[in-house]
């Protein structure tokens, strides 16, 4: 394999792979605010947060992870303020306290922050503005949830992205360069070394929520009620509950951390849980199972370069896309199942819609994993859809990038329409 493809491949994992304390847009929140107030250099009077629409729907109904209970943006921003620690970025709620969630209780009922929708911006956007008598201060996250692109203070700019004053910008990965062939190779030639930390805490981080989810009541308890309903000697449904779980936990409030895929935990823990399972079930060494999650993962991140951070494309079905065709090669599937299964599962849920974080997230996961696993089976029976159906094309690069297409070209009507809903507008 050609050594700068793979070493780009090894950077991105390492990138986009990465600990976060609940669902990542209400987090981004959180992580703004600790970092105006560092800025700042005192506990504002006031704070105000303007968000794109993708970032509000995202953030309405999910539960934020330490503030007992409490959900919405004004919520996230407060704690951040109050309680955050920046350095950690999206683990900035980690060091949250009961003291802390009543403070921000208190400064909620007292009109500390107002919070505005912004238009025309990416779809991942979210400015925090501060002010403690003649002090001000505003960050601003643009793309990913972690990058934070301006900031500052009285008026000046501090900080830009690739200014002079950004002395740590270092060009992300080029994910141009991800393709399926490349992404099997880098697999099967993977020096696990060079990525196994990362990996192994996907691991570690993703299964522990989903444990947490399955033993106790959490959101809709969908991971459960498969486990409950359905054959558990089946890794299919072992498979979906697994996946599931970890969702219902998360997406309700659950401060444990999880593994990002493509910046989403919902997604990380899709590429991941299925895989785990099917390496059980099958008896695959753990070696075995590191190579099939880097698989997973960079195939979820192929499909999300096209299809954008936030959308109204549910992630979860590029993740499941992502484990199932893992798993299928973990199997030892020819690369013409592993390509029918990717066809076979987007062409199939690709387009399902993504109407916010909440709990309901769970059972999206359970779906698409299940129609992905049911891809991996026609193909198994050369079975796969045709091209001229629907989207699918000539192959699997071409189907990929004209679902790319219709979730970030044909869906943006349908977000704004889904934000509008949700706003009641």
Known sequence: MNQYVYDTYVDILKNELVVALGCTEPIAIAYAGAKVREVLGQMPQHIRVACSGNIIKNVKGVTVPNSGGQRGIAVAATLGVVGGDAARQLAVLESITPEHQQAVRELLQDDFCDCDLVEGVANLYILISAVAGQETAEVEIVNYHSNITRITKNGKVVFEKGGANDAQHVPLPDKELLNIGDILEFGKTLNIEDIRDVLEKQIECNAAISQEG??????????????????????????KAAAAAGSDARMSGCPMPVVINSGSGNQGITVTMPVVEYAKAYGKSHEELLRALAVSNLISLHQK???????????????????????????????????????????????????GAKASCAAKIAAAVDTSLMAMQMSQRGN???????????????????????GREGMRSTDVEILNIMLDK
């Open 384 to 406: 796969v859809f045709q091209p001229g159906e629907g989207l699918v094309k000539d192959n699997v690069e071409e189907t990929i990038k004209s679902i790319g297409r219709m």
């Open 214 to 239: 399955l033993a106790h009541s959490w959101g809709a308890n969908v991971g459960s009620t498969l486990l409950a309903d359905y054959d558990t000697n089946d890794p299919r449904v072992r498979a």
């Open 305 to 355: 370069k096209y299809i954008g951070s936030l959308s109204a494309y549910c992630g979860a079905v590029s993740a499941a896309t992502g484990s199932a065709a893992a798993i299928c090669w973990l199997m030892g599937g020819s690369r013409e199942e592993i390509d029918d299964t990717i066809t076979n599962t987007v062409g199939t849920i690709g387009g399902m819609v993504c109407d």
